[in-house]
C-alpha cells in the first residue's frame, strides 16, 4: 500500500512539472495550450515556435488602444516610445509566455481565472524599465484597479494628479512590483544567472524554461496548480 501511494505521488509531481513548464493561462486572450505560431508581430516574436498568445493578439498589443483591454497608455499626456517599448514587452510576456507555470495563481475575476504573482525578473529587466519611463507620467501606482471606465477607456480616477513615474514609483523595485498588483517581483539575480525571468529575449530558444525549472526544482510541489494538488491528496486519503 506504501509502494502505491509513493508511485502515485511520483506521478502526480511528474504530471504538476510537466504542466507547470509549458502550460497556458486560464485568462481573457491566452490560448489552452502552448504551441508554434509561425509568425508573432514586432516585439512578440521571440515567442513565435512556443506561444500562449495569437498573432492578432500580439498585433493588438502594439497599439495605443487596442481591443485587449481598452488600456489607454497615454492616460496622462504622449507616452514616451522608450517606455512604451517596455509595457509592450511586458504585454508580450505576459500573453505568450509557455513557461510562468510556476507563478499561476486561481483568481475570482470576470476577466480571468488565473493571473501570475510574485514572477522573479532580471534585475536589469526592470531597472532599464523604469529608467526609461522615470520622466514619463501617470497619475496611478497599481494599474490593476481603481481607473474611472465611464467612457470604457481607462481616465484618471477623480481627486488623482499626474505625476512623474519617479514619483510615483520611486525605485525601479516599487514600479515591478506594484504596476501590476505583485505579478512581478525585483530581484538582484542577472540574466546569467538563471535564476530570473527575462521580459525579453532574442529569438531562439526561450531561456525562462530553464528558470522555470530551476524554481520547481527548489521550491517544489507547493507551487503545484490546485487541481493536480488535490488529486495527490484524494488519492491519498482513499488509500488510507
Request: net charge negative; proline share 5%; hydrophobic share 30%.
Amino acid at each position: 500500500m506504501l509502494t502505491l501511494t509513493v508511485l502515485l505521488t511520483l506521478v502526480v509531481t511528474v504530471l504538476t512539472q510537466e504542466n507547470l513548464l509549458n502550460m497556458c493561462m486560464d485568462a481573457k486572450h491566452h490560448k489552452t495550450k502552448p504551441g508554434p505560431e509561425g509568425k508573432l508581430y514586432q516585439q512578440c516574436s521571440p515567442w513565435k515556435d512556443n506561444a500562449c498568445c495569437l498573432a492578432n493578439t500580439t498585433e493588438e498589443a502594439h497599439k495605443d488602444n487596442s481591443y485587449l483591454y481598452n488600456f489607454n497608455w497615454d492616460h496622462c499626456g504622449a507616452m514616451t516610445d522608450k517606455c512604451k517599448r517596455h509595457f509592450i514587452q511586458d504585454t508580450c510576456f505576459y500573453e505568450c509566455s509557455p513557461h510562468l507555470g510556476p507563478w499561476i495563481q486561481k483568481v475570482n475575476s470576470s476577466w480571468r481565472k488565473e493571473r501570475i504573482l510574485d514572477v522573479p525578473l532580471c534585475r536589469e529587466d526592470c531597472e532599464t524599465w523604469w529608467e526609461d519611463c522615470k520622466d514619463d507620467h501617470t497619475c496611478k501606482e497599481n494599474w490593476h484597479v481603481g481607473w474611472d471606465w465611464s467612457t470604457d477607456v481607462n481616465r484618471c480616477p477623480e481627486g488623482t494628479q499626474c505625476k512623474k513615474f519617479s514619483e510615483i514609483f520611486p525605485t525601479a523595485q516599487s514600479m515591478c512590483e506594484k504596476i501590476w498588483s505583485r505579478s512581478y517581483k525585483y530581484t538582484t539575480y542577472t540574466k546569467d544567472s538563471g535564476k530570473c525571468m527575462q521580459m525579453w529575449f532574442s529569438e531562439g530558444d526561450n531561456p525562462n524554461k530553464k528558470v522555470a525549472e530551476y524554481y520547481l526544482n527548489n521550491i517544489g510541489p507547493a507551487m503545484a496548480p490546485g487541481s493536480l494538488l488535490l488529486l495527490s491528496v484524494t488519492l491519498s486519503l482513499l488509500l488510507f
